[in-house]
């Protein structure tokens, strides 16, 4: 079956300009993750998903980033007012349902590059 | 809150060879590790994870990784590697932080398989 998607998968911006990152995961996975492979912070988590919601947003880098999941599906991560140090890859995850039994499966990520 | 340190950055061992990646995590209550790998263009894919019980993990691709709780250790071994096998390796721990669900990511080690 599909795995998780990601769209873009490349996206060049300018400095100031909001951008949209897209995930769809794998159908009927309950759990979403949002994390940012970076060169100078590696991989850090950014915000997950229960359903549509998000129990605590507190992992998001500034109040620039906000996300969003709709219908229990498609999650769309925002940036606005993007900064050079925002480009990074940004990896999206699902699993079944929440918990550390069920495996998360990852996406290949939209490489987000801010000049 | 929760940490991980993968202490080797690089690591280059000769096809057919024995390879042990080291990963070294914090955490205060009994730890969900996992190791995945990262291929050049592609998504995370699991390879390994330990909940509880055997402390010895067998995972996909002939890797295997043994839980010491005395070391706070969980270190990633495969007897003999192929050149399929070249990629980065990233250790994690689960855990859950205000109701959020995530994985805390080492930096990660970078394997070449050399002839």
């Known amino acids: 079956g599909a795995g998780v998607s990601q769209s873009p998968s490349n996206k060049v911006t300018e400095k100031g300009k909001d951008v949209e990152l897209r995930c769809d995961p794998i159908?009927?996975?309950?759990?979403l993750y949002w994390y940012r492979q970076s060169l100078g912070q590696g991989l850090e988590f950014l915000i997950y998903?229960?359903?549509?919601?998000?129990?605590?947003k507190s992992g998001l880098p500034s109040d620039r980033f906000s996300a969003e999941r709709t219908g229990g599906s498609v999650s769309t991560l925002t940036i606005q007012r993007t900064q050079q140090e925002d480009s990074a890859v940004y990896l999206c995850?699902?699993?079944?349902?929440?918990?550390?039994?069920?495996?998360?499966?990852f996406g290949p990520g939209t490489r987000l590059l801010v000049l | 809150a929760q940490s991980v340190t993968q202490p080797d950055i690089h690591i280059t061992v000769s096809e057919g060879a024995s390879l042990e990646l080291r990963c070294n995590y914090s955490?205060?209550?009994?730890?969900?590790l996992f190791w995945y790998v990262q291929s050049p263009g592609q998504g995370l894919q699991l390879l390994l994870k330990?909940?509880?019980?055997?402390?010895l993990v067998q995972g996909i691709k002939g890797f295997e990784a043994e839980f010491k709780r005395s070391q706070s250790s969980f270190n990633l071994r495969k007897p003999s590697v192929h050149w399929s096998d070249a990629a980065e390796y990233f250790c994690a721990v689960g855990a859950e932080d205000f109701g959020n669900e995530k994985l805390t990511f080492g930096t990660g080690t970078r394997l070449t398989i050399i002839p």
């Open positions: 998903f229960q359903g549509n919601s998000a129990p605590d």
């Open positions: 159908s009927g996975h309950t759990a």
């Open positions: 995850a699902s699993s079944l349902e929440r918990g550390w039994g069920e495996t998360q499966y």
């Open positions: 330990y909940f509880s019980g055997d402390t």
């Open positions: 955490y205060g209550a009994t730890p969900y």
